[in-house]
């Protein structure tokens, strides 16, 4: 049964057009959407109104996403926010007013609270997280097996967003455009709060980024805290980039993980406790040796033991794509601590690929690979 509000909105949809030129003028029609900043009217294509569609549901003319911080749902849900409204009876008056309907007398709703995330915030960051959806039979998935990563059954910490919102910069083409696939990566403090998101646009196939200057963001809170694989007791190893970590949990898949994202947050990441021997992934790339060593010193201070963890070529995820998992293991073999190699090693092959093409290059073919 519709309610007054409902009644409202589906009358409002009817006429999505004519709200958002009202409400949204700032904005513009692309197709069967509108595109604007924000519900506030500001300048861009992060929100997105569908102007036709169905009569109810997720497709229904009306809806609206904010791409950019989580934000959604119907017109009524629009103009609150446009007009900073936060009261339902004071809505539902604008409403009306928009559509030229005489004011009731019934006695007025309760107050609705309406709270806003502000943009590239933790609150947005989880509500992107939220929004986003397992990575089984998506195009991250087929990404990360690009990467050489198969294995995903205890990855909880990435989902795939199908219209990720992507902001373009001063190195974009003019035309570039708004939304594309991303895999979404919580990020999250020692306690398991998620205090932050990174995303990384993929191409519509799920080979490759996605063609935009800066395929990889992060947003939300992420000094000292990273993206968590497995939880971290008395060892654990650190690394930057996401692809690098999952290449050595493909050969150690209990070895829990943590990615930094970046090398000034590697050199930030904030440790466990219990922890008593942590091994660095590093970049062999300037702030890649430069972090691991500001990581280490800060472990042994704490009192504990750091191993520095070294790839042949340019990162761990290079090492799986172009050696092949055995290479990677053989290597890895050499430098973990003895007791490590039986506990985190014991089932990591020592030659073929786990679905990787080594072929017969040299390293230093490999090396000269992009």
Same mark, same amino acid.
């Given at each position: 049964?519709?309610?007054?509000?409902?009644?409202?909105?589906?009358?409002?949809?009817?006429?999505? #057009?004519?709200?958002?030129?009202?409400?949204?003028?700032?904005g513009?029609?692309?197709?069967?959407?509108?595109?604007?900043?924000?519900?506030?009217?500001?300048? *861009?294509?992060?929100?997105?109104?569908?102007?036709?569609?169905?009569?109810?549901?997720?497709g229904?003319?009306?809806?609206?996403?904010?791409? +950019?911080?989580?934000?959604? *749902?119907?017109?009524?849900?629009l103009?609150?926010?446009? /007009?900073?409204?936060?009261?339902?009876?004071?809505t539902?008056?604008?409403?009306?007013?928009?559509?030229?309907?005489?004011?009731?007398?019934?006695?007025?709703?309760?107050?609705?609270?309406?709270?806003?995330?502000?943009?590239?915030?933790?609150?947005?960051? /989880?509500?992107?997280?939220? =929004?986003?959806?397992?990575?089984?039979?998506?195009?991250?998935?087929?990404? &990360?097996?690009?990467?050489?990563?198969?294995?995903?059954?205890?990855?909880?910490?990435?989902?795939f967003?199908?219209?990720?919102?992507?902001?373009?910069?001063?190195?974009?083409?003019?035309?570039?455009?708004?939304? !594309?696939?991303?895999?979404?990566?919580? @990020?999250?403090?020692?306690a $398991?709060?998620?205090? *932050?998101?990174?995303?990384? !646009?993929?191409?519509?196939?799920?080979?490759?980024?996605? %063609?935009?200057?800066?395929?990889?963001?992060?947003?939300?809170? &992420?000094? $000292?805290?990273?993206?968590?694989?497995?939880?971290?007791?008395?060892?654990?190893?650190?690394? #930057?980039?996401?692809?690098?970590?999952?290449?050595?949990?493909?050969? =150690?898949?209990?070895? %829990?993980? @943590?990615?930094?994202?970046?090398?000034?947050?590697?050199?930030?990441?904030?440790l466990? /406790?219990?922890?008593?021997? &942590?091994?660095?992934?590093?970049?062999?790339?300037?702030?890649?040796?430069?972090?691991?060593?500001?990581?280490?010193?800060?472990?042994?201070?704490?009192?504990?033991?750091?191993?520095?963890?070294?790839?042949?070529?340019?990162?761990?995820?290079?090492?799986?794509?172009?050696? *092949?998992?055995?290479?990677l +293991?053989?290597?890895?073999?050499?430098?973990? @601590?003895?007791?490590?190699?039986?506990?985190?090693?014991?089932?990591?092959? =020592?030659?073929?690929? &786990?679905?990787?093409?080594?072929?017969?290059?040299?390293?230093?073919?490999?090396?000269?690979?992009?």
């Amino acid at each position: 049964m519709r309610t007054v509000a409902s009644d409202l909105a589906h009358r409002l949809a009817d006429h999505a #057009e004519a709200v958002c030129r009202h409400y949204l003028s700032e904005g513009r029609r692309e197709g069967r959407y509108w595109l604007v900043g924000d519900a506030r009217n500001k300048p *861009g294509r992060s929100l997105y109104v569908r102007l036709r569609g169905s009569d109810e549901g997720r497709g229904a003319a009306g809806k609206w996403t904010d791409a +950019a911080t989580g934000e959604h *749902g119907d017109l009524l849900d629009l103009i609150a926010l446009n /007009q900073g409204l936060h009261r339902l009876r004071d809505t539902l008056d604008e409403a009306r007013r928009f559509l030229a309907l005489p004011r009731p007398e019934p006695a007025a709703a309760p107050p609705r609270r309406l709270a806003r995330a502000a943009t590239g915030s933790s609150q947005a960051a /989880q509500r992107l997280f939220a =929004m986003s959806k397992p990575l089984s039979g998506t195009i991250a998935e087929a990404y &990360l097996r690009s990467r050489g990563i198969a294995d995903l059954r205890t990855r909880a910490a990435l989902r795939f967003h199908p219209r990720c919102f992507y902001r373009p910069g001063r190195d974009d083409a003019p035309d570039a455009r708004p939304a !594309w696939p991303a895999m979404i990566a919580a @990020v999250t403090d020692l306690a $398991g709060r998620q205090t *932050g998101a990174h995303r990384t !646009w993929l191409d519509d196939a799920g080979g490759a980024k996605a %063609p935009v200057a800066s395929p990889r963001r992060a947003m939300g809170r &992420l000094l $000292g805290h990273g993206v968590r694989f497995g939880a971290a007791r008395d060892v654990m190893a650190a690394g #930057e980039g996401i692809e690098s970590v999952l290449s050595l949990g493909g050969v =150690m898949p209990d070895l %829990p993980l @943590v990615a930094a994202l970046s090398s000034a947050h590697l050199a930030a990441l904030v440790l466990p /406790q219990t922890l008593r021997r &942590l091994y660095i992934a590093h970049d062999d790339d300037l702030a890649g040796h430069a972090a691991a060593a500001a990581l280490a010193e800060r472990a042994l201070n704490a009192g504990i033991e750091a191993v520095i963890l070294s790839p042949s070529l340019g990162d761990f995820n290079d090492d799986l794509r172009h050696l *092949g998992a055995g290479h990677l +293991a053989a290597a890895l073999r050499t430098q973990l @601590v003895p007791e490590d190699v039986r506990r985190f090693l014991n089932r990591a092959p =020592m030659s073929g690929d &786990l679905g990787v093409e080594v072929g017969s290059a040299s390293l230093a073919d490999a090396s000269r690979r992009p």
